[in-house]
């Protein structure tokens, strides 16, 4: 079952970071006390009166500024718009409206999606009068919080859970199987396979998410749901967060799965974001069978296999059981 999506979005040092911890309960990079598990966690499960959801905090896409501010602001609005079931615009009540919030809530107000409009650092009554410039926004609600001190974070969470969509529990008589992967390993070729057909699906149903198809894949007469996640805006479009943006992707799929089929590059072998996608169905504890692509490209198979087998087994340890 795919949890409803809550983005936080907004300028750098509005306190997207102190929000997303608030929400989370958690700091947002989480280590093991086990060695070799570190999660670069922008993306957590929440719960407020019983309804669970995920957070995620845009601001951890972004290791480095970019050079425009408005080429940040634009990607973070893409993003939102494309993932999130409701979005957090998070503003700074100390320093006011800057020209990069505009740029935002216009992006975010033509996008249909249902929006917050919050007003941060704004930490006792006598101080919700600086809201009343936030109205220039174009908006008919702005909620004033504190999300350092928590004050106004009750009421506005209360409302923020009353518009979530409902997660409700799939049944299926078929296993759930998603394709996951980093960009460019072959997922889509793939499913394709699998299918034995290019995109002519003989028995599709929306999923529960947004942007996913399920299919009815049969094979030596046993029945599977594929789920196959449709794929990423071209990096020209989003940027170089693009490989952030897929791992949300990934927690979707994998949140609604039975197996994962997780698709390794062999002539890449293991990268980092491999490692952090097994660490998601590791978390969820999902079945997962490891396949590694592009095989007719290998060189030396026999050498290949052995070197791959090793780096699964150094790099995703915690999965040795696969």
């Given at each position: 079952m795919a949890k409803p999506v809550v983005v936080i979005v907004g300028r750098s040092n509005v306190g997207k970071s102190t929000l997303f911890n608030?929400?989370?309960?958690?700091?947002?990079?989480?280590?093991?006390?086990?060695?070799?598990?570190?999660?670069?966690?922008?993306?957590?499960?929440?719960?407020?009166?019983?309804?669970?959801f995920t957070v995620v905090d845009t601001g951890g896409f972004y290791l480095e500024p970019p050079d425009e501010i408005?080429?940040?602001?634009?990607?973070?609005?893409?993003?939102?718009?494309?993932?999130?079931?409701?979005?957090?615009?998070?503003?700074?009540?100390?320093?006011?409206?800057?020209?990069?919030?505009?740029?935002?809530?216009?992006?975010?107000?033509?996008?249909?999606?249902?929006?917050?409009?919050?007003?941060?650092?704004?930490?006792?009554?006598?101080?919700?009068?600086?809201?009343?410039?936030?109205?220039?926004?174009?908006?008919?609600?702005?909620?004033?919080?504190?999300?350092?001190?928590?004050?106004?974070?009750?009421?506005?969470?209360?409302?923020?859970t009353s518009i979530l969509p409902s997660s409700i529990p799939e049944t299926s008589e078929f296993p759930k199987v998603a394709v996951v992967g980093r960009p460019n390993v072959g997922k889509s070729t793939l499913i394709n396979t699998l299918i034995g057909k290019k995109r002519m699906i003989v028995s599709a149903t929306p999923g529960t998410t947004r942007d996913s198809i399920d299919t009815v894949c049969t094979y030596y007469g046993?029945?599977?749901?594929?789920?196959?996640?449709?794929?990423?805006?071209?990096?020209?479009?989003?940027?170089?967060?693009?490989?952030?943006?897929?791992?949300?992707?990934?927690?979707?799929?994998?949140?609604?799965?039975?197996?994962?089929?997780?698709?390794?590059?062999?002539?890449?072998?293991?990268?980092?974001?491999?490692?952090q996608i097994a660490n998601i169905v590791n978390e969820y504890g999902k079945g997962a069978i490891f396949l590694l692509n592009k095989w007719d490209m290998v060189e030396d198979p026999e050498f290949a296999y052995k070197r791959l087998i090793n780096e699964l087994y150094r790099k995703i340890w915690f999965m040795d059981y696969v």
């Open positions: 608030r929400i989370t309960k958690t700091k947002s990079a989480i280590v093991e006390d086990l060695p070799g598990v570190t999660r670069d966690r922008n993306y957590i499960d929440a719960e407020w009166d019983n309804k669970k408005f080429s940040q602001v634009k990607e973070h609005a893409l993003f939102a718009i494309e993932e999130g079931d409701v979005i957090i615009h998070l503003l700074d009540g100390k320093e006011g409206l800057k020209p990069s919030d505009f740029e935002l809530a216009k992006l975010l107000r033509s996008s249909g999606k249902k929006v917050l409009w919050v007003v941060n650092k704004i930490d006792a009554p006598s101080r919700e009068d600086r809201i009343i410039d936030f109205y220039s926004l174009g908006v008919d609600k702005i909620w004033p919080i504190s999300a350092l001190t928590g004050y106004g974070y009750d009421d506005f969470m209360e409302h923020l046993k029945k599977y749901i594929l789920i196959d996640t449709a794929g990423l805006r071209k990096k020209s479009k989003i940027g170089y967060s693009i490989e952030r943006f897929a791992m949300i992707r990934a927690l979707r799929s994998i949140q609604r799965c039975d197996i994962a089929l997780l698709v390794l590059d062999a002539n890449e072998g293991v990268v980092e974001q491999d490692k």
